[in-house]
Protein backbone atom coordinates (compact mmCIF):
# COMPACT_ATOMS: atom_id res chain seq x y z
CA UNK A 1 0.00 0.00 0.00
CA UNK A 2 1.61 3.07 -1.27
CA UNK A 3 1.99 5.02 2.32
CA UNK A 4 -1.22 3.74 4.17
CA UNK A 5 1.10 2.13 6.85
CA UNK A 6 3.01 5.17 7.03
CA UNK A 7 -0.04 7.47 7.53
CA UNK A 8 -2.07 5.25 9.98
CA UNK A 9 1.45 5.31 12.42
CA UNK A 10 1.11 9.25 12.88
CA UNK A 11 -2.63 8.23 14.17
CA UNK A 12 -1.58 5.38 16.12
CA UNK A 13 1.10 7.49 17.80
CA UNK A 14 -0.97 9.18 19.75
CA UNK A 15 -1.84 6.17 22.30
CA UNK A 16 -5.44 6.43 23.35
CA UNK A 17 -7.83 3.83 23.04
CA UNK A 18 -9.63 6.24 20.57
CA UNK A 19 -6.81 6.64 18.30
CA UNK A 20 -6.35 3.29 18.07
CA UNK A 21 -10.24 1.92 17.46
CA UNK A 22 -9.95 4.80 14.51
CA UNK A 23 -6.81 3.39 12.88
CA UNK A 24 -8.26 0.44 12.73
CA UNK A 25 -11.68 1.17 11.02
CA UNK A 26 -9.85 3.15 8.89
CA UNK A 27 -7.82 0.75 7.89
CA UNK A 28 -10.09 -1.95 7.49
CA UNK A 29 -12.32 0.77 5.36
CA UNK A 30 -9.52 1.48 2.92
CA UNK A 31 -7.56 -2.05 2.25
CA UNK A 32 -10.78 -4.28 2.35
CA UNK A 33 -13.69 -1.53 1.47
CA UNK A 34 -14.45 -2.51 -2.14
CA UNK A 35 -14.52 -6.03 -1.53
CA UNK A 36 -16.20 -5.87 1.84
CA UNK A 37 -19.05 -3.54 -0.07
CA UNK A 38 -19.65 -5.47 -3.34
CA UNK A 39 -19.36 -9.41 -0.74
CA UNK A 40 -21.55 -8.28 1.84
CA UNK A 41 -24.07 -6.20 -0.88
CA UNK A 42 -24.14 -9.50 -2.88
CA UNK A 43 -25.65 -11.59 0.26
CA UNK A 44 -27.48 -8.84 1.33
CA UNK A 45 -29.63 -7.76 -2.07
CA UNK A 46 -30.14 -11.67 -1.85
CA UNK A 47 -32.10 -11.47 0.95
CA UNK A 48 -33.72 -8.05 0.14
CA UNK A 49 -35.11 -8.92 -3.26
CA UNK A 50 -36.08 -12.59 -1.65
CA UNK A 51 -38.41 -10.69 0.94
CA UNK A 52 -39.56 -8.06 -1.83
CA UNK A 53 -41.43 -10.57 -3.52
CA UNK A 54 -38.93 -11.04 -6.48
CA UNK A 55 -38.77 -14.43 -8.44
CA UNK A 56 -36.04 -17.16 -8.11
CA UNK A 57 -35.28 -16.37 -12.05
CA UNK A 58 -34.44 -12.31 -11.36
CA UNK A 59 -32.61 -13.24 -7.86
CA UNK A 60 -30.04 -15.91 -10.28
CA UNK A 61 -30.26 -13.04 -12.76
CA UNK A 62 -29.03 -10.25 -10.20
CA UNK A 63 -26.15 -12.88 -8.70
CA UNK A 64 -24.59 -14.07 -11.84
CA UNK A 65 -24.54 -10.43 -12.63
CA UNK A 66 -22.59 -9.18 -9.41
CA UNK A 67 -20.47 -12.39 -9.24
CA UNK A 68 -19.21 -12.14 -13.01
CA UNK A 69 -19.11 -8.29 -12.47
CA UNK A 70 -16.52 -8.88 -9.57
CA UNK A 71 -14.73 -11.14 -10.62
CA UNK A 72 -14.02 -9.63 -14.18
CA UNK A 73 -13.24 -5.99 -12.51
CA UNK A 74 -11.08 -8.00 -9.94
CA UNK A 75 -9.07 -9.73 -11.96
CA UNK A 76 -8.45 -6.75 -14.67
CA UNK A 77 -6.97 -4.63 -12.01
CA UNK A 78 -5.37 -6.34 -9.31
CA UNK A 79 -2.99 -7.39 -11.68
CA UNK A 80 -2.01 -4.13 -12.28
CA UNK A 81 -2.33 -2.99 -8.84
CA UNK A 82 1.05 -3.98 -7.36
CA UNK A 83 2.72 -2.37 -10.31
CA UNK A 84 0.85 0.80 -9.82
CA UNK A 85 1.17 0.77 -5.98
CA UNK A 86 5.01 0.61 -6.56
CA UNK A 87 4.72 3.40 -9.42
CA UNK A 88 3.18 5.48 -7.11
CA UNK A 89 5.61 4.71 -3.90
CA UNK A 90 8.43 6.11 -7.02
CA UNK A 91 6.26 9.04 -8.07
CA UNK A 92 5.94 9.91 -4.00
CA UNK A 93 9.60 9.50 -3.09
CA UNK A 94 10.67 11.82 -6.28
CA UNK A 95 8.15 14.00 -5.52
CA UNK A 96 6.78 13.79 -8.78
CA UNK A 97 2.84 13.74 -7.47
CA UNK A 98 2.10 14.85 -11.34
CA UNK A 99 2.32 11.84 -12.67
CA UNK A 100 0.39 10.07 -10.23
CA UNK A 101 -3.23 11.16 -11.47
CA UNK A 102 -2.62 10.84 -14.80
CA UNK A 103 -1.36 7.15 -14.54
CA UNK A 104 -4.64 6.67 -12.65
CA UNK A 105 -6.07 7.89 -16.34
CA UNK A 106 -3.62 5.32 -18.01
CA UNK A 107 -4.58 2.40 -16.12
CA UNK A 108 -8.21 3.23 -15.92
CA UNK A 109 -8.41 3.19 -19.46
CA UNK A 110 -6.18 -0.23 -19.94
CA UNK A 111 -8.71 -2.15 -17.09
CA UNK A 112 -11.90 -0.25 -18.64
CA UNK A 113 -10.75 -1.76 -21.88
CA UNK A 114 -9.66 -5.49 -20.54
CA UNK A 115 -13.23 -5.54 -18.66
CA UNK A 116 -15.26 -4.28 -21.77
CA UNK A 117 -13.29 -7.19 -23.92
CA UNK A 118 -13.70 -9.64 -21.74
CA UNK A 119 -17.40 -9.01 -20.20
CA UNK A 120 -18.06 -9.08 -24.59
CA UNK A 121 -17.08 -11.74 -25.09
CA UNK A 122 -19.53 -13.12 -22.66
CA UNK A 123 -22.42 -11.52 -23.46
CA UNK A 124 -21.97 -11.46 -27.44
CA UNK A 125 -24.21 -14.12 -28.08
CA UNK A 126 -26.56 -13.79 -24.87
CA UNK A 127 -29.99 -13.67 -25.42
CA UNK A 128 -30.20 -11.05 -22.57
CA UNK A 129 -32.21 -7.75 -23.29
CA UNK A 130 -30.06 -4.80 -23.91
CA UNK A 131 -30.92 -3.17 -20.36
CA UNK A 132 -29.03 -5.91 -18.67
CA UNK A 133 -26.18 -6.36 -20.90
CA UNK A 134 -25.69 -2.43 -20.86
CA UNK A 135 -25.61 -2.24 -16.82
CA UNK A 136 -23.40 -5.73 -16.60
CA UNK A 137 -20.79 -4.02 -18.94
CA UNK A 138 -21.04 -0.43 -16.73
CA UNK A 139 -21.07 -2.36 -13.13
CA UNK A 140 -17.97 -3.94 -14.56
CA UNK A 141 -15.87 -0.85 -15.59
CA UNK A 142 -16.60 0.98 -12.85
CA UNK A 143 -15.85 -1.66 -10.18
CA UNK A 144 -12.56 -1.97 -11.94
CA UNK A 145 -12.11 2.11 -11.28
CA UNK A 146 -12.84 1.63 -7.76
CA UNK A 147 -10.30 -1.18 -6.99
CA UNK A 148 -7.51 1.04 -9.23
CA UNK A 149 -8.63 4.24 -6.95
CA UNK A 150 -8.34 1.95 -3.66
CA UNK A 151 -4.83 1.69 -4.23
CA UNK A 152 -4.58 5.56 -5.33
CA UNK A 153 -6.17 6.47 -2.31
CA UNK A 154 -4.03 4.72 0.09
CA UNK A 155 -1.78 7.41 -0.57
CA UNK A 156 -3.77 9.90 1.02
CA UNK A 157 -5.41 10.58 4.58
CA UNK A 158 -8.90 11.89 3.74
CA UNK A 159 -10.53 8.50 5.65
CA UNK A 160 -13.42 10.56 6.69
CA UNK A 161 -14.62 11.44 3.03
CA UNK A 162 -13.42 7.56 2.06
CA UNK A 163 -16.09 6.36 5.03
CA UNK A 164 -18.25 8.59 3.90
CA UNK A 165 -18.48 7.58 0.14
CA UNK A 166 -18.67 4.10 0.86
CA UNK A 167 -21.29 4.68 3.62
CA UNK A 168 -22.89 6.61 1.20
CA UNK A 169 -22.76 4.64 -1.88
CA UNK A 170 -23.98 1.36 0.29
CA UNK A 171 -27.39 3.53 1.08
CA UNK A 172 -28.06 4.02 -2.45
CA UNK A 173 -27.77 0.82 -3.44
CA UNK A 174 -30.10 -0.62 -0.65
CA UNK A 175 -32.48 2.29 -0.15
CA UNK A 176 -32.63 2.51 -3.73
CA UNK A 177 -33.54 -0.91 -4.30
CA UNK A 178 -36.57 -0.50 -2.17
CA UNK A 179 -37.64 2.68 -2.99
CA UNK A 180 -37.65 1.26 -7.02
CA UNK A 181 -39.65 -1.96 -6.35
CA UNK A 182 -42.14 -0.55 -3.23
CA UNK A 183 -43.01 3.13 -4.66
CA UNK A 184 -42.26 3.63 -8.33
CA UNK A 185 -42.98 0.19 -8.86
CA UNK A 186 -39.45 -1.01 -11.14
CA UNK A 187 -39.52 -4.75 -11.85
CA UNK A 188 -37.02 -6.22 -9.00
CA UNK A 189 -33.82 -7.30 -10.84
CA UNK A 190 -34.27 -3.73 -12.55
CA UNK A 191 -34.12 -2.10 -9.73
CA UNK A 192 -31.65 -4.07 -8.14
CA UNK A 193 -28.84 -3.37 -10.77
CA UNK A 194 -29.71 0.06 -11.54
CA UNK A 195 -29.81 1.17 -7.88
CA UNK A 196 -26.52 -1.03 -7.52
CA UNK A 197 -25.04 0.84 -10.75
CA UNK A 198 -26.00 4.20 -9.06
CA UNK A 199 -24.33 3.36 -5.35
CA UNK A 200 -20.99 2.59 -7.45
CA UNK A 201 -21.04 5.08 -10.05
CA UNK A 202 -21.23 7.80 -6.82
CA UNK A 203 -18.47 6.01 -5.29
CA UNK A 204 -15.97 6.01 -8.02
CA UNK A 205 -16.75 9.86 -8.99
CA UNK A 206 -16.89 10.97 -5.30
CA UNK A 207 -12.89 9.22 -5.09
CA UNK A 208 -11.88 10.61 -8.39
CA UNK A 209 -12.92 14.19 -7.56
CA UNK A 210 -11.16 13.86 -4.31
CA UNK A 211 -7.90 12.51 -5.99
CA UNK A 212 -8.30 15.21 -8.12
CA UNK A 213 -7.90 17.55 -5.27
CA UNK A 214 -4.63 15.95 -4.20
CA UNK A 215 -2.74 15.00 -7.08
CA UNK A 216 -4.60 16.64 -10.19
CA UNK A 217 -2.58 19.16 -12.70
CA UNK A 218 -3.96 21.64 -14.44
CA UNK A 219 -1.17 21.33 -17.45
CA UNK A 220 -2.81 17.42 -17.88
CA UNK A 221 -1.05 15.65 -20.86
CA UNK A 222 -2.54 12.87 -22.01
CA UNK A 223 0.27 11.48 -23.71
CA UNK A 224 1.85 11.07 -20.19
CA UNK A 225 -0.92 8.84 -19.42
CA UNK A 226 0.33 5.89 -20.38
CA UNK A 227 4.05 6.48 -19.11
CA UNK A 228 3.48 4.50 -16.23
CA UNK A 229 4.29 1.26 -18.57
CA UNK A 230 7.49 1.77 -18.77
CA UNK A 231 7.70 0.27 -15.18
CA UNK A 232 6.61 -2.49 -16.32
CA UNK A 233 10.01 -2.93 -17.71
CA UNK A 234 11.87 -2.60 -14.72
CA UNK A 235 9.56 -4.21 -12.25
CA UNK A 236 7.34 -7.10 -14.75
CA UNK A 237 7.11 -9.39 -11.64
CA UNK A 238 5.37 -7.02 -9.71
CA UNK A 239 2.29 -7.50 -12.83
CA UNK A 240 2.66 -11.22 -12.97
CA UNK A 241 2.26 -11.67 -8.88
CA UNK A 242 -0.61 -9.86 -9.23
CA UNK A 243 -2.47 -11.64 -11.82
CA UNK A 244 -1.34 -15.01 -10.21
CA UNK A 245 -2.95 -13.73 -7.08
CA UNK A 246 -6.06 -12.90 -8.71
CA UNK A 247 -6.65 -15.45 -10.94
CA UNK A 248 -5.44 -18.30 -8.70
CA UNK A 249 -7.65 -17.28 -5.99
CA UNK A 250 -10.93 -18.00 -8.31
CA UNK A 251 -9.75 -20.48 -10.28
CA UNK A 252 -11.57 -23.08 -8.38
CA UNK A 253 -14.89 -21.07 -9.21
CA UNK A 254 -14.34 -20.33 -12.54
CA UNK A 255 -13.60 -24.36 -12.84
CA UNK A 256 -16.51 -25.40 -11.77
CA UNK A 257 -18.92 -22.78 -13.19
CA UNK A 258 -17.40 -25.33 -16.49
CA UNK A 259 -18.88 -28.54 -14.83
CA UNK A 260 -22.13 -30.59 -15.33
CA UNK A 261 -22.89 -29.03 -11.46
CA UNK A 262 -23.14 -25.29 -12.48
CA UNK A 263 -26.77 -23.53 -13.02
CA UNK A 264 -27.06 -21.95 -16.51
CA UNK A 265 -28.61 -18.44 -16.09
CA UNK A 266 -30.49 -17.14 -19.13
CA UNK A 267 -28.39 -19.01 -21.29
CA UNK A 268 -25.32 -16.53 -20.35
CA UNK A 269 -23.97 -17.05 -17.08
CA UNK A 270 -22.89 -20.05 -15.54
CA UNK A 271 -22.70 -19.91 -11.83
CA UNK A 272 -22.74 -22.40 -8.90
CA UNK A 273 -24.30 -20.95 -6.02
CA UNK A 274 -23.29 -23.69 -3.88
CA UNK A 275 -19.73 -22.85 -4.23
CA UNK A 276 -19.65 -19.03 -5.00
CA UNK A 277 -21.29 -18.14 -2.14
CA UNK A 278 -19.53 -19.78 0.63
CA UNK A 279 -16.51 -18.91 -0.83
CA UNK A 280 -17.36 -15.41 -0.63
CA UNK A 281 -18.26 -15.79 3.12
CA UNK A 282 -15.02 -17.55 3.41
CA UNK A 283 -12.88 -14.45 2.55
CA UNK A 284 -14.79 -12.52 4.42
CA UNK A 285 -13.39 -14.12 7.75
CA UNK A 286 -10.23 -12.93 6.68
CA UNK A 287 -11.16 -9.50 7.23
CA UNK A 288 -9.35 -9.52 10.75
CA UNK A 289 -6.00 -10.21 9.80
CA UNK A 290 -5.93 -7.76 6.70
CA UNK A 291 -7.08 -4.79 9.28
CA UNK A 292 -4.15 -6.56 11.76
CA UNK A 293 -1.50 -6.62 8.89
CA UNK A 294 -2.27 -3.45 8.11
CA UNK A 295 -2.17 -1.33 10.91
CA UNK A 296 0.21 -3.29 13.45
CA UNK A 297 2.78 -5.22 10.97
CA UNK A 298 3.40 -2.32 8.54
CA UNK A 299 3.35 0.38 11.15
CA UNK A 300 5.44 -1.14 13.79
CA UNK A 301 8.14 -3.06 11.42
CA UNK A 302 8.99 0.25 9.24
CA UNK A 303 11.06 1.94 12.59
CA UNK A 304 13.42 -1.30 12.51
CA UNK A 305 13.54 -1.81 8.71
CA UNK A 306 14.55 1.84 8.70
CA UNK A 307 17.13 1.73 11.23
CA UNK A 308 18.57 -1.21 10.02
CA UNK A 309 19.14 0.32 6.04
CA UNK A 310 20.13 3.55 7.61
CA UNK A 311 22.83 1.16 9.20
CA UNK A 312 23.37 -0.40 5.85
CA UNK A 313 23.57 3.32 4.19
CA UNK A 314 25.12 4.81 6.61
CA UNK A 315 28.65 2.79 7.21
CA UNK A 316 27.86 1.14 10.11
CA UNK A 317 29.60 -1.36 12.23
CA UNK A 318 29.08 -5.39 11.10
CA UNK A 319 27.85 -5.76 14.58
CA UNK A 320 25.71 -2.94 14.32
CA UNK A 321 24.03 -4.23 11.36
CA UNK A 322 23.93 -8.06 12.69
CA UNK A 323 21.79 -6.15 15.52
CA UNK A 324 19.38 -4.02 13.58
CA UNK A 325 18.56 -7.30 11.26
CA UNK A 326 18.03 -9.45 14.60
CA UNK A 327 15.47 -6.83 15.97
CA UNK A 328 13.82 -6.62 12.87
CA UNK A 329 13.09 -9.95 12.18
CA UNK A 330 12.24 -10.70 15.80
CA UNK A 331 9.30 -7.67 15.26
CA UNK A 332 8.23 -9.35 11.77
CA UNK A 333 7.97 -12.78 13.74
CA UNK A 334 6.50 -11.32 16.73
CA UNK A 335 3.32 -9.30 14.73
CA UNK A 336 3.32 -11.97 11.92
CA UNK A 337 2.73 -14.96 14.87
CA UNK A 338 0.20 -12.27 16.19
CA UNK A 339 -1.62 -12.25 13.16
CA UNK A 340 -1.69 -15.47 12.71
CA UNK A 341 -3.05 -16.46 16.76
CA UNK A 342 -5.88 -13.94 15.89
CA UNK A 343 -6.90 -15.20 12.52
CA UNK A 344 -6.89 -18.86 13.86
CA UNK A 345 -9.35 -18.06 16.37
CA UNK A 346 -11.67 -16.04 13.99
CA UNK A 347 -11.38 -18.34 11.41
CA UNK A 348 -12.30 -21.13 14.46
CA UNK A 349 -15.71 -19.27 15.63
CA UNK A 350 -16.96 -18.35 11.79
CA UNK A 351 -17.23 -21.62 11.18
CA UNK A 352 -18.52 -22.84 14.82
CA UNK A 353 -21.27 -19.93 14.71
CA UNK A 354 -21.14 -20.79 10.32
CA UNK A 355 -22.58 -24.05 11.33
CA UNK A 356 -25.00 -22.60 13.06
CA UNK A 357 -26.38 -19.71 11.33
CA UNK A 358 -25.67 -20.36 7.97
CA UNK A 359 -28.06 -23.03 7.45
CA UNK A 360 -31.31 -20.71 8.38
CA UNK A 361 -30.57 -18.31 5.49
CA UNK A 362 -30.82 -21.13 3.17
CA UNK A 363 -27.50 -23.17 3.17
CA UNK A 364 -27.39 -26.80 2.57
CA UNK A 365 -24.96 -29.69 4.21
CA UNK A 366 -22.71 -29.69 0.97
CA UNK A 367 -22.18 -25.92 1.32
CA UNK A 368 -21.40 -25.54 4.67
CA UNK A 369 -18.70 -28.50 3.74
CA UNK A 370 -17.15 -26.40 1.49
CA UNK A 371 -17.48 -23.02 3.66
CA UNK A 372 -15.32 -24.67 6.57
CA UNK A 373 -12.85 -26.00 4.39
CA UNK A 374 -12.16 -22.75 2.37
CA UNK A 375 -12.18 -20.63 5.65
CA UNK A 376 -9.34 -23.13 7.00
CA UNK A 377 -7.75 -22.84 3.01
CA UNK A 378 -8.04 -18.58 3.85
CA UNK A 379 -5.86 -19.04 6.39
CA UNK A 380 -3.45 -19.93 4.45
CA UNK A 381 -4.00 -17.72 1.78
CA UNK A 382 -3.79 -14.93 3.31
CA UNK A 383 -0.87 -15.64 5.27
CA UNK A 384 0.84 -16.32 1.92
CA UNK A 385 -0.12 -13.03 0.71
CA UNK A 386 1.82 -11.13 3.48
CA UNK A 387 4.36 -13.20 3.40
CA UNK A 388 4.72 -11.74 -0.38
CA UNK A 389 4.23 -8.51 0.54
CA UNK A 390 6.93 -8.74 2.90
CA UNK A 391 9.54 -9.99 0.66
CA UNK A 392 8.11 -7.55 -1.80
CA UNK A 393 8.71 -4.86 1.14
CA UNK A 394 12.38 -5.91 0.67
CA UNK A 395 12.28 -5.51 -2.97
CA UNK A 396 12.74 -9.60 -3.25
CA UNK A 397 10.72 -9.92 -6.17
CA UNK A 398 11.50 -12.69 -7.65
CA UNK A 399 10.94 -14.67 -4.56
CA UNK A 400 7.51 -13.72 -4.27
CA UNK A 401 7.38 -13.93 -7.43
CA UNK A 402 8.57 -17.86 -6.99
CA UNK A 403 5.76 -18.32 -4.44
CA UNK A 404 2.59 -16.68 -6.59
CA UNK A 405 4.03 -19.09 -9.41
CA UNK A 406 3.72 -21.84 -6.97
CA UNK A 407 0.57 -20.97 -5.98
CA UNK A 408 -0.97 -20.41 -9.29
CA UNK A 409 0.50 -23.39 -10.45
CA UNK A 410 -0.67 -25.94 -7.18
CA UNK A 411 -4.50 -24.40 -7.76
CA UNK A 412 -4.66 -25.49 -11.32
CA UNK A 413 -3.52 -28.53 -10.40
CA UNK A 414 -5.79 -29.73 -7.56
CA UNK A 415 -8.59 -27.90 -8.60
CA UNK A 416 -8.62 -29.94 -11.74
CA UNK A 417 -8.09 -33.05 -9.28
CA UNK A 418 -10.65 -32.37 -7.11
CA UNK A 419 -13.18 -31.70 -9.49
CA UNK A 420 -12.36 -34.85 -11.20
CA UNK A 421 -12.59 -36.93 -7.86
CA UNK A 422 -15.92 -35.16 -7.26
CA UNK A 423 -18.40 -32.69 -5.29
CA UNK A 424 -18.07 -34.03 -1.97
CA UNK A 425 -13.99 -32.84 -2.53
CA UNK A 426 -14.88 -29.72 -3.91
CA UNK A 427 -12.89 -26.51 -1.91
CA UNK A 428 -10.10 -28.96 -0.66
CA UNK A 429 -7.78 -27.74 -4.06
CA UNK A 430 -7.84 -24.26 -2.60
CA UNK A 431 -6.92 -25.92 0.71
CA UNK A 432 -4.01 -28.05 -0.22
CA UNK A 433 -2.38 -25.31 -2.82
CA UNK A 434 -2.80 -22.32 -0.21
CA UNK A 435 -0.95 -24.27 2.38
CA UNK A 436 1.62 -25.64 0.21
CA UNK A 437 2.37 -22.29 -0.74
CA UNK A 438 2.19 -20.56 2.63
CA UNK A 439 5.48 -23.49 3.25
CA UNK A 440 6.54 -22.41 0.30
CA UNK A 441 6.66 -18.73 1.48
CA UNK A 442 7.72 -19.25 4.80
CA UNK A 443 10.92 -20.88 3.40
CA UNK A 444 11.71 -18.30 0.89
CA UNK A 445 11.31 -15.68 3.60
CA UNK A 446 13.69 -17.52 6.19
CA UNK A 447 16.71 -17.99 3.22
CA UNK A 448 16.06 -14.69 2.35
CA UNK A 449 16.79 -13.41 6.08
CA UNK A 450 19.06 -15.56 6.37
CA UNK A 451 21.16 -13.50 3.61
CA UNK A 452 19.88 -10.52 3.61
CA UNK A 453 22.92 -8.49 4.10
CA UNK A 454 24.30 -10.42 1.15
CA UNK A 455 20.89 -9.75 -1.19
CA UNK A 456 21.36 -6.09 0.15
CA UNK A 457 24.88 -5.42 -0.67
CA UNK A 458 25.91 -7.94 -3.72
CA UNK A 459 22.12 -7.09 -5.55
CA UNK A 460 23.64 -3.86 -5.96
CA UNK A 461 24.92 -2.41 -9.42
CA UNK A 462 28.55 -1.29 -9.34
CA UNK A 463 27.06 0.96 -12.46
CA UNK A 464 23.43 2.24 -13.07
CA UNK A 465 22.67 1.88 -16.61
CA UNK A 466 19.09 3.22 -17.46
CA UNK A 467 18.40 0.52 -19.95
CA UNK A 468 15.21 0.87 -22.18
CA UNK A 469 13.31 -2.17 -22.66
CA UNK A 470 10.39 -3.75 -24.50
CA UNK A 471 7.77 -1.16 -23.28
CA UNK A 472 9.80 1.59 -22.97
CA UNK A 473 10.39 1.30 -26.64
CA UNK A 474 6.76 1.17 -27.32
CA UNK A 475 5.74 4.09 -25.45
CA UNK A 476 8.69 6.22 -26.78
CA UNK A 477 7.85 5.33 -30.51
CA UNK A 478 3.93 6.62 -29.88
CA UNK A 479 5.65 9.31 -28.09
CA UNK A 480 8.19 10.48 -29.67
CA UNK A 481 8.26 14.17 -28.61
CA UNK A 482 8.81 13.24 -25.00
CA UNK A 483 11.32 10.23 -25.65
CA UNK A 484 14.07 12.08 -23.82
CA UNK A 485 11.65 12.39 -20.59
CA UNK A 486 11.81 8.51 -20.47
Known amino acids: MAGIGFELKKIIDKDNIFAQARVYFMSSLITVGPMIICITLFLVMQRLLKNLGASYANIQIFNAVIIYSFLISYISSNGISMLMSRYISDCIYAKKSGCIFESFLGVSIICSIISTIIMSLLLINSPLNLIIKSICFMITIILSLIWLEIIYLSAIKEYLHIVSFFLIGISIVILGTILGIEFLNIPPIYSALLFSLAGYIFIAISFMVLLYKVFGIKDLRLSNCLKFVCSIDKYYELLLIGLFLSLGAYFPNILIWLTPNAT ?34 ETAIYPKYKDFYNFVRESGSINEIRRAKKILIDTIILHMTHMIKVQFIASFACIVFGFKILPNIGFASDSLEIFGILTLGAISYISMSFLILMLLYFDARKDALQVSLVFFITIVLFSIITVIIGQEYYGYGFFISSLISVVFAFNRINNFFRIIEYRTFASQPVFQIDKKGFFSRIYNFFNKENNKEV
Open 264 to 297: LVEETFRIASFYDVPSFYAFLSVIPSVVIFTVKI
